[in-house]
């Protein structure tokens, strides 16, 4: 094996040595870089910040286990602030894995900031309801008749956050975490645009530039959440160091060394031609 090839071998052990430390320190000692809040994030956010106290909310579960690294952060983070601000939370899911989605949610917050909350009192979950929109319109008609029962089996009319829960209209604001359809598209058409209840989504980085269109005057959509930054926005504006701002560190730090590497590698390589150079000369 000649000298070049084994000096090749050992750079690129280093580097891969070099990203996996970058990477897994701020994972293990979250550095908390503060991001950029952008507008759409924060128009989110006012609107759980500004709802009544003891608002009755609904957080729609419309994703699943492979989109739980975007998605799943929003929904600590949307937990955490309605909580704080002594909302009654409601899970639904239009998706058949969102009920355990939900579950794991309820539970994350609960036990890092949240342990007086009860369910049935603070929270509940309705479980999964196939349909779609029809099933959202039906909810506008007659909540109960599409939710008679918890995912336990509870009757609604046992549950106290929802004695005063009749349609759609009763409840103060939605936000669903959608991966695809059935999910925000359906909140917009119907709780939005039909029964005029405040909306707002979350969805992974790459379906977010399509919802931006209802982000407009007539408020369809009073914010969005897109991917894994914008949860990390939310989480700085709650002075939490969550999930998503751990990955966005490391995201950002591993960017930086790989940064960092490629400028040490054209500065290698324009050497080696500098000497080449001389050497023909």
């Known amino acids: 094996m000649s000298n070049d090839l084994k000096k090749s071998i050992l750079e690129r052990r280093l580097i ?6 970058v990477v897994m320190l701020p994972l293990i000692f979250p550095l908390g870089l503060k991001p950029e809040i952008t507008p ?5 956010f006012q609107m759980v910040e500004t709802a009544p106290d003891s608002a009755l909310v609904i957080i729609s579960f419309d994703y699943d286990p492979s989109t739980i690294t975007e998605l799943q952060p929003m929904a600590y983070a949307l937990i955490d602030h309605a909580w704080r601000r002594g909302h009654k939370v409601i899970a639904i899911a239009l998706w058949p894995q969102g009920v355990g989605m939900a579950n794991e949610a309820f539970s994350n917050v609960i036990a890092k900031h949240h342990p007086d909350k009860k369910y049935g009192t603070d929270y509940v979950n309705l479980g999964y309801k196939a349909g779609g929109t029809v099933t959202l319109q039906a909810m506008g008609r007659d909540f109960r008749n599409v939710f008679p029962q918890d995912m336990n089996e509870t009757p609604i009319a046992q549950i106290p956050m929802l004695k005063n829960v009749r349609k759609l209209q009763d409840i103060d604001y939605v936000v669903s975490l959608s991966a695809g359809d059935p999910g925000l598209t359906a909140w917009i058409m119907v709780a939005s645009d039909m029964y005029k209840v405040k909306t707002a989504g979350g969805t992974t980085a790459i379906s977010a530039p399509g ?4 982000v407009n005057k007539n408020q369809q959509l009073i914010g969005l959440l897109g991917g894994l930054k914008a949860a990390s926005e939310y989480e700085a504006m709650l002075s939490v160091k969550g999930d ?3 990955s966005m560190d490391a995201q950002s730090v591993a960017h930086l060394a790989i940064l960092i590497f490629i400028i040490i590698g054209n500065i290698k390589a324009w050497q ?8 023909r000369s």
């Open 16 to 21: 891969f040595i070099t990203i996996f430390v």
């Open 40 to 44: 759409l994030v924060k128009n989110a």
């Open 211 to 214: 919802f931006l269109p209802y």
């Open 244 to 246: 998503a701002t751990v």
């Open 272 to 279: 080696k031609r500098r000497s080449q150079n001389k050497v």
